[in-house]
């Protein structure tokens, strides 16, 4: 009986979380798009669905909230539908809206979309060769051969993205970093910029009238109009930039479109700057306001955190070094050991591991949509909008299962059985160790890319 | 009398809908073989007739500003590319055909660009809602443009046709539909060139169309008067 209220409850969340998904995908991603495909959404609500229910099992086994049994039926059913869903639904549906976008490769949409996820899959399978992610005594087509593999490709995203983070946020937190903009630079900006336009549109009018003038030239001589006509027709085929044959009648009409080029290159460039000067204008008034001094000193303190943590990550490749406690019994020793307050272990830490759990969850939750969207308006346009919202749901759904897999080490022994017992024997010091390498390598070339960017950006000032 | 030195129409719309290969077409008249992103502004000129055929006719050019972007841009994009709305004699909105979200955001397109607006006469609006009315009185001459016309099916064409002339009732302009991969939708004597040479007339000569109507008004009332008077017995 209790099984049948457990399964109740936990398809009700689901239906909650795909509800969540699907007004996520509407407002905020395909807000510019018309979705003409519903079978994207639905994929895209169904991942972020059944990842959802993932945290909320683990939350449910921190609480102990439902019956143990039901708990673990309900953990093996979410996992294997996730993996089915990472595995076969989206790999093959970006196949399919990759295949249908080719115009050549309009009639066998299908056959080809299974040639593309066939090619999928071996990747997928070799990729688990280099890592020393199995015990040899699990066999060819268990569960835990495909799991590994999502989970190899899931922290490397996880450790890139928190590596650029922990880098990145501090730096757009502090108005240490905010160059000094003016007002007048920015004008002086600007008139360079239409002063420019100006010059292209005179150019372009001289180019318009020599064409004109030699096309009724050639119209006025009868003799040469099968000729005019010929060449007419070849230029006609080509695109306007190209004004090739042209050059045997006027040389200089080649030397103003050269030029023309020239300076629409020099307009973008000055837009550019011009768009890059007006958002650290607006930074910076920001950073006056008290919303921007608050953030300027979390900037502080994260910088220090990245520090830390790229200290400790160092810490733990050189000295090959596993924690094996978590952070919620470790903190709770050294207050009972060294600061000698007592209190009932059990009770605050499945409190404390709750809440610092469910934090976890939530930020890594947010700040994955938030990246995703960002990354979506930033490529997409409205023929590649399907594709790339299939690919993000692949990204998510992979993230979010490697994030419970590294959340096993957050959570003190007595909730780390039911993860362990549900993914299997895998490696587990394997995956904290390469998200370790990952987050290294990550943060460090972050810090070097936004040194060089950083370095770069004044210089284009001092030659104004 | 519009200045004679410069006439500068304004071409907005969402990102990929065609401006580029639009002006492309009606400035080169040639196809634009591959389009690619604008970044910033791209101007073009065209070259056009003010009377054609007759002994006042007269050649000028007409720059075609296509500015890239879309409405949801940060706000630092949207305030350089209010550089480019200055004193702007006409605007040319393009949305596709084939996406209903590029119409939708034509209002938010005009209401940017007229909203900047520097010369005295600009539509005054109030908290960026729209207003029928304000368009009425604009003095500004909108053009709708709707790209990729050959990419919607038969059976929907009637849909999509109607759906355009509601947007042109509200803007108070006049539509074209068509697609920017073939010349034959502007070729001279179709509707189409028609309402475009009528749309750069008015640009132009923004006095024209009133002065039109109240010549014609008055000779309208002649040949009542006219009439009347030989009725008489």
Redesign the interface.
């Known amino acids: 009986m209790s099984f049948m209220v457990d399964s109740v409850i936990m398809f009700t969340s689901q239906v909650l979380f795909f509800g969540f998904g699907w007004l996520f995908f509407m407002r905020q991603l395909f807000?510019?798009?018309?979705v003409r495909q519903y079978i994207v959404q639905v994929v895209f609500s169904i991942t972020f669905a059944f990842s959802c229910t993932m945290f909320e099992l683990i939350i449910f086994e921190i609480l102990g909230a439902l019956s143990s049994t039901s708990r673990y039926f309900h953990w093996k059913l979410n996992l294997y539908v996730i993996l089915l869903v990472l595995i076969f639904v989206v790999p093959f549906y970006i196949g399919y809206f990759v295949v249908s976008n080719i115009r050549l490769l309009q009639r066998q949409k299908l056959l080809f979309a299974c040639m593309v996820w066939f090619t999928f899959m071996y990747f997928f399978w070799k990729l688990g060769d280099p890592f020393p992610i199995l015990s040899p005594k699990h066999g060819i087509l268990s569960i835990e051969q495909l799991i590994s593999r999502v989970g190899v490709i899931g922290v490397t995203l996880m450790a890139l993205l928190s590596g650029f983070g922990a880098v990145n946020c501090p730096y757009t937190y502090m108005s240490y970093f905010l160059r000094n903009v003016t007002d007048s630079d920015i004008l002086a900006l600007?008139r360079r910029?239409?002063q420019t336009?100006d010059m292209?549109?005179s150019k372009?009018?001289r180019?318009?009238?020599t064409r004109?003038q030699m096309y009724q030239r050639g119209e006025d001589q009868n003799k040469q109009t099968g000729f005019w006509g010929m060449i007419k027709s070849v230029t006609?085929t080509?695109?306007?930039s190209e004004n090739v044959s042209l050059d045997s009648f006027s040389p200089d009409l080649s030397l103003i479109q050269q030029e023309v080029d020239a300076l629409?290159e020099l307009?973008?460039q000055?837009?550019?700057e011009?768009?890059?000067l007006?958002?650290t204008?607006?930074r910076i008034e920001y950073s006056k306001t008290f919303q921007g001094k608050y953030f300027n000193f979390l900037g502080y303190f994260f910088s220090i955190y990245c520090v830390w943590k790229i200290f400790m990550a160092t810490i733990n490749i050189v000295f090959d070094r596993v924690g094996k406690t978590d952070p919620v019994t470790r903190g709770i020793e050294i207050t009972v050991n060294y600061l000698g307050i007592q209190f009932d272990v059990k009770f605050w830490s499945q409190h404390i591991s709750f809440i610092l759990v469910g934090i976890i969850i939530v930020t890594s939750i947010r700040g994955l949509l938030i990246t995703l969207t960002k990354f979506f308006?930033a490529i997409s346009?409205?023929?590649s909008s399907n594709v790339i919202v299939l690919v993000l749901a692949q990204i998510m759904g992979m993230y979010f299962v490697s994030s419970v897999l590294l959340m096993r080490m957050s959570m003190p022994l007595e909730y780390r059985s039911i993860v362990t017992e549900v993914l299997g024997e895998l490696q587990f010091n394997f995956y904290h160790r390469w998200f370790d390498v990952i987050f290294l390598v990550s943060a460090l070339s972050s810090i070097l890319f936004l040194y060089l960017a950083h370095k770069q950006a004044p210089e284009k000032h001092m030659t104004l | 009398m519009a200045s004679l030195d410069r006439v500068k129409v304004l071409v907005l719309g969402d990102s990929g809908v065609g401006k580029s290969s639009l002006v492309h077409l009606l400035c080169q008249n040639q196809v634009l073989g591959n389009p690619s992103w604008t970044v910033g502004c791209s101007v073009d000129v065209r070259v056009q007739d003010y009377k054609e055929g007759t002994p006042e006719e007269k050649t000028y050019y007409i720059e075609l500003w296509d500015v890239g972007g879309s409405v949801g841009s940060a706000s630092s994009i949207k305030s350089t590319r209010a550089v480019f709305y200055n004193s702007v004699n006409g605007i040319m909105l393009v949305h596709d055909l084939t996406n209903k979200k590029s119409s939708q955001n034509l209002y938010r397109w005009s209401l940017e660009a007229l909203n900047k607006d520097s010369s005295p006469t600009g539509v005054i609006v109030s908290n960026g809602d729209y207003d029928r009315e304000q368009f009425a009185e604009n003095p500004v001459p909108l053009l709708l443009i709707g790209t990729k016309f050959d990419q919607i099916p038969e059976n929907k064409r009637n849909e999509v046709l109607t759906r355009t002339a509601f947007l042109s009732e509200d803007f108070n302009a006049e539509e074209i539909n068509l697609d920017c991969t073939n010349p034959r939708y502007l070729a001279a004597g179709t509707s189409n060139a028609v309402k475009l040479s009528r749309f750069f007339d008015k640009v132009r000569n923004p006095q024209l169309s009133t002065v039109t109507c109240s010549v014609s008004a008055e000779i309208v009332m002649f040949v009542v008067w006219l009439y009347c008077g030989e009725q008489k017995p």
């Not at chain 1, 807000?31 to 018309?34: G, H, N, R």
């Open positions: 807000k510019d798009y018309e600007e910029l239409l336009m292209i549109v372009k009018k180019i318009a009238m004109r006609s080509q695109t306007g629409e307009s973008r000055l837009f550019l011009t768009v890059d007006q958002s204008k607006e308006y346009s409205s023929k």
